[in-house]
């Protein structure tokens, strides 16, 4: 079996606001029904589904890696309008990451790798 691409299914305690935070961080966002929608970042995407189950959501982890940590981190400080919280960036033998949690809970670990 060769994998082409994964994808992963992200819950979402408020579906339109999730489909916001995650358009506010960069991401295109396409309806693909009534219940999903694909946000989509270069040659990157996820699905964001009007589903949440809070266990599941809160032990939700996703690695997005970028670039330009502080153009990122730029970007997050700014999301003044949703229900998430982050921390600063933090150096790590591998690179740099913000810790940030989306408005479901998830949690997203925005790296810059050496």
């Not at 970007?75 to 003044?80: D, G, P, R, V």
Request: net charge negative.
């Amino acid at each position: 079996m060769q994998v082409d691409d994964i994808r992963v299914f992200v819950p979402c305690k408020n579906y339109q606001q999730s489909c916001a935070f995650y358009q506010a961080l960069g991401f295109s966002i396409e309806s693909a029904s009534a219940d999903l929608s694909i946000a989509t970042s270069g040659e990157c995407s996820l699905f964001l589904q009007r589903y949440y189950n809070q266990e599941f959501a809160e032990n939700l982890m996703l690695q997005v890696c970028v670039l330009n940590i502080n153009e990122a981190f730029d970007i997050i400080s700014k999301l003044t309008n949703f229900d998430i919280r982050f921390e600063g960036i933090k150096q790590e033998p591998w690179g740099k990451v913000i810790y940030l949690w989306g408005p479901s809970g998830e949690l997203l670990h925005v790296t810059e790798f050496n």
